[in-house]
């Protein structure tokens, strides 16, 4: 059977919630002022509902991200069988004072308690203000290998049962 892709409530399959709170980076595609992809790795932290990401104003990114702009992410492993996680969503932006904290808890999951906190510092002392930015899925599928394949696979896995 292929699987029923798009659905948010596959944020709550175990796959990812793994993927969700795990210190590997989101990778988050947008596109450019000039029309072609752009694709950034980064830290996130997921709050219950949507993905939070924190970036000094001034980032080339922050050109383009703005409230409303379409994004897509995607969350995985580097091992067979690849853990897979893709999500679409809007972004939100906002301009915050300091560090987020979501930023600050993202930099804890990636680099632990100790060194988080010493980034966090040095990120503060030259951000006196931050852009926070989220994304709410609006569109979730997931892969992992085992279960669930990419779409053409699992239809030709159909075929050849059918077949037999």
């Known amino acids: 059977m292929v699987t029923k892709q798009g659905d948010v409530s596959l944020l709550n399959d175990p796959v990812a919630q793994r993927l969700l709170h795990s210190p590997l980076p989101a990778r988050l595609a947008y596109v450019w002022r000039d029309g072609t992809p752009r694709l950034a790795?980064?830290?996130?932290?997921?709050?219950?509902?949507?993905?939070?990401?924190g970036s000094p104003p001034d980032a080339p990114k922050m050109d383009v991200l703005r409230n409303g702009t379409e994004v897509a992410i995607t969350i995985d492993t580097d091992t067979m069988p690849y853990k897979v996680l893709s999500i679409r969503g809007t972004v939100r932006v906002e301009s915050v004072g300091g560090v987020p904290p979501e930023y600050a808890a993202a930099a804890r999951k990636v680099l632990g308690e100790k060194d988080g906190a010493a980034?966090?510092?040095?990120?503060?002392?030259?951000?006196?203000?931050?852009?926070?930015?989220?994304?709410?899925?609006?569109?979730v599928g997931?892969?992992?290998?085992?279960?669930?394949?990419?779409?053409?696979?699992?239809?030709?896995?159909?075929?050849?049962?059918?077949?037999?």
């Open 41 to 53: 790795p980064l830290w996130f932290h997921w709050n219950g509902s949507e993905l939070v990401f």
């Open 119 to 139: 980034w966090v510092d040095t990120i503060a002392r030259a951000f006196p203000t931050m852009a926070r930015y989220s994304v709410r899925p609006e569109w």
């Open 142 to 164: 997931i892969l992992d290998f085992e279960q669930r394949f990419p779409n053409a696979v699992e239809r030709a896995f159909e075929r050849m049962r059918t077949e037999a």
